[in-house]
């Protein structure tokens, strides 16, 4: 059975940096496009980035560009999330999910996903 487990996630001060991992088991999900999610306290699960199965192709929320990069290793099966300059707001369980073809218009829609991971808590503090 395939098995998505993200990991990586702790407690850090505003301004430091992270890199979340998702790794891939039970199947091979190199060709596929992977997103990553997240989930506030009391807020839905929102979009955060999303990257093509060859990993030439990536697409972010407005409010992580420029301090978040998605990012993919297929020979080893997993997808990253490099988080830099965290702020408070950046708090929540972090998701990895997966999905068959990346377009674009489409990426951020969380039904089009097929498989999902437990999550990772980053907790930031001011």
């Known amino acids: 059975q395939a098995q998505l487990l993200e990991s990586g996630g702790r407690l850090v001060q505003a301004g430091n940096s992270l890199r979340l991992s998702c790794a891939a088991s039970?199947?091979?999900?190199?060709?596929?496009?992977k997103g990553w999610f997240r989930q506030a306290p009391g807020k839905d699960r929102e979009f955060v980035a999303a990257?093509?199965?060859?990993?030439?192709?990536?697409i972010y929320h407005d409010s992580v560009k420029g301090r978040f990069t998605i990012s993919r290793d297929n020979a080893k099966n997993t997808v990253y999330l490099h988080m830099n300059n965290l702020e408070p707001e950046d708090t929540a369980i972090y998701y990895c999910?997966?999905?068959?073809?990346?377009?674009?218009?489409?990426?951020?829609?969380?039904?089009?996903?097929?498989?999902w991971g437990q999550g990772t808590q980053v907790t930031v503090s001011s």
């Open positions: 999910a997966v999905r068959a073809a990346f377009i674009r218009a489409t990426m951020m829609h969380q039904t089009s996903y097929t498989a």
């Open positions: 039970g199947r091979t999900f190199s060709p596929y496009a």
């Open positions: 990257i093509s199965g060859s990993g030439n192709f990536t």
